[in-house]
C-alpha cells in the first residue's frame, strides 16, 4: 500500500503541467532547493506551494504559494473527496491483497 506520504507525491505528479514555467523556477530557503508541492487541505486542495522540509521544526518559517489565488468553490468541495476516495481504495487494496496472501 502506498504511504499518504508516497500518494500525495503520485497525486503532485498527476497534478503537474508540464508547460507551467514556474516548474523551472529556482526557489530556495537558505541553501535548500525547495520543489514545488501541492495543497491537499480542505481550504486549499490543488493549490501548489514551496516551503521548508524543516518549516515548524525549526525556526525556518518559509513558505510561498505559487499564485496569489485562492481555489474556488466547486473545487475546495470535489478535490478532497477524490484524495479520500484514493487513499480509501488503496486501502481495500491492501486488505485484499493481504487476505489474498493468507489463502
Known sequence: MLGLGMANSLL??????????????????????????????????????????????????????RDKQSVDERSKFIIPRLVNKIKELEENYERVRLHLAEL
Open 12 to 65: 503532485n505528479k498527476l497534478c503537474m503541467d508540464e508547460e507551467d514555467a514556474m516548474l523551472n523556477v529556482e526557489v530556495r530557503c537558505k541553501r535548500i532547493l525547495l520543489k514545488m508541492q501541492t495543497s491537499w487541505s480542505d481550504c486549499n486542495p490543488g493549490r501548489r506551494f514551496w516551503s521548508c522540509p524543516h518549516y515548524g521544526a525549526t525556526n525556518c518559517k518559509f513558505f510561498k504559494w
